[in-house]
T-cell receptor
Framework: GDSVTQMEGPVTLSEEAFLTINCTYT??????LFWYVQYPGEGLQLLLK?????DKGSNKGFEATYRKETTSFHLEKGSVQVSDSAVYFC????????????FGSGTRLQVQP | EAQVTQNPRYLITVTGKKLTVTCSQN?????MSWYRQDPGLGLRQIYY???????DKGDVPEGYKVSRKEKRNFPLILESPSPNQTSLYFC?????????FGPGTRLTVT
């Protein structure tokens, strides 16, 4: 079945550092790929998405590119802020009616001033 | 404001005492779903519903029931909760393949 693998955290960075959170997936067909963010005590918010190979999703300074050849969707940000501290989930969705999201286990990011 | 709401947000109960977690969305979405979140496992789908009166099992349906009598509501029912159902539960709704999540319900079963 489908699966998503994320780098384990926590990832601890200083403010203004460059961020990369790795995500690779296994799926049949051509899934859509997502990054969700969960701030402390809150639900999941969609951060960005890409629906086909070579698409780049971007939002709030975060970017991720759908790489079919390496089955990856790594999240990057050029300069993190303390307010980016959260748990980040990579996920994929197949195009069946079930529309289930398959999530990675999440990566906690801690940004220090 | 477009949103998915869940109630209660926090619940502590005892083994075997039936409970219901409500979920409501105001976006007129046909599709709704329940997930549970456990440390190190990410989120796993419990049940989903393609439309009113149409529900189906997700990856971890054992011990749960759902109903979909109206488009906006999708309650999750635990008829006889057990400690292994202690978890953080999220409801979601969707019009395409982009899902919107509620704030979560933290359930503890003792």
């Amino acid at each position: 079945g489908d699966s998503v693998t994320q780098m384990e955290g926590p990832v601890t960075l200083s403010e203004e550092a460059f961020l990369t959170i790795n995500c690779t997936y296994t799926a049949t067909g051509y899934p859509s790929l997502f990054w969700y963010v969960q701030y402390p005590g809150e639900g999941l918010q969609l951060l960005l998405k890409a629906t086909k190979a070579d698409d780049k999703g971007s939002n709030k300074g975060f970017e991720a590119t759908y790489r079919k050849e390496t089955t990856s969707f790594h999240l990057e940000k050029g300069s993190v802020q303390v307010s980016d501290s959260a748990v980040y989930f990579c996920a994929l969705s197949d195009h069946t009616g079930r529309r289930a999201l398959t999530f990675g286990s999440g990566t906690r990011l801690q940004v220090q001033p | 404001e477009a949103q998915v709401t869940q109630n209660p947000r926090y619940l502590i109960t005892v083994t075997g005492k039936k409970l219901t977690v409500t979920c409501s969305q105001n976006m007129n979405h046909e599709y709704m779903s329940w997930y549970r979140q456990d440390p190190g496992l990410g989120l796993r789908q419990i049940y989903y519903s393609m439309n009113v009166e149409v529900t189906d099992k997700g990856d971890v349906p054992e011990g749960y029931k759902v109903s979909r009598k109206e488009k906006r509501n999708f309650p999750l029912i635990l008829e006889s909760p057990s400690p292994n159902q202690t978890s953080l539960y999220f409801c979601a709704s969707s019009s395409t393949n982009e899902q919107y999540f509620g704030p979560g319900t933290r359930l503890t079963v003792t």
